[in-house]
């Protein structure tokens, strides 16, 4: 933000860390906050893990109000800003939410999705699929929140999923857990396979 940044720690705890290092503890949730916040006007989505799933949190920086936007799926996914909100994801699927002037769900898909998920243009993400042979789901994300699944991307090396994919100067990168890296370029579905 324009004072400083905003981060969450494995016991719950949401701290804001000035621009000078000074931190503050803000306040604790019942959970792990285990990535960064989506930063929406003065508010913070909070993707809270908890032992039996998830919760999605609204954190008011102005007036220090929370409030509880939706119970969601276990292991909660790296998440993405959108234009007035964010996409979040988990072992139960991928949730897009919009705050205007309440932040609430939009559009869900399903899917476990634990990882990383990445922007590769400028409404189109791809998430990588947590589960055998299922790859990555290409999802546009429409004006107003909806989430639209595309073709899915596929390979012959499709295998645990969480590390982020990457586009760049036409190509799609694509890793899995079993240590493989894929560059596949965009117009053809040549494949160039690096294990380590």
């Known amino acids: 933000t324009e004072d400083g940044f905003w981060l969450g720690d494995e016991s719950g705890r949401?701290?804001?860390?000035?621009?000078?290092?000074?931190?503050?503890?803000?306040?604790?949730?019942?959970?792990?906050?285990?990535?960064?916040p989506v930063l929406v006007d003065e508010r913070l989505l909070l993707h809270v893990q908890t032992p039996d799933g998830s919760v999605l949190v609204a954190y008011n920086r102005s007036s220090g109000?929370?409030?509880?936007?939706?119970?969601?799926?276990?292991?909660?996914?790296?998440p993405l800003s959108t234009e007035s909100g964010g996409v979040f994801a988990d072992?139960?699927?991928?949730?897009?939410?919009?705050?205007?002037?309440r932040c609430a769900i939009v559009s869900s898909l399903p899917g476990p999705v634990n990882g990383e998920?990445?922007?590769?243009?400028?409404?189109?993400?791809?998430?990588?699929?947590?589960?055998?042979?299922?790859?990555?789901?290409?999802?546009?994300?429409?004006?107003?929140g909806a989430l639209v699944l595309e073709s899915p991307v596929n390979t012959s090396f499709d295998g645990y999923g969480t590390s982020a994919p990457a586009a760049f100067n036409g190509r799609l990168?694509?890793?899995?857990?079993?240590?493989?890296?894929?560059?596949?370029?965009?117009?053809m579905p040549t494949q160039r396979v690096a294990e380590n």
Not at 71 to 78: D, E, K, R, V
């Open 65 to 78: 109000g929370l409030e509880e936007v939706a119970a969601l799926g276990p292991s909660p996914a790296l």
């Open 14 to 36: 949401l701290w804001s860390v000035n621009r000078n290092g000074t931190a503050e503890h803000v306040t604790t949730l019942a959970g792990a906050l285990r990535h960064a």
């Open 117 to 144: 998920m990445a922007w590769t243009a400028s409404t189109v993400f791809h998430a990588p699929v947590n589960a055998p042979g299922q790859g990555w789901m290409t999802v546009r994300v429409e004006e107003g």
């Open 173 to 187: 990168y694509l890793g899995n857990d079993a240590g493989v890296l894929l560059a596949l370029d965009s117009e």
């Open 91 to 101: 072992s139960g699927g991928i949730t897009s939410v919009k705050c205007e002037p």
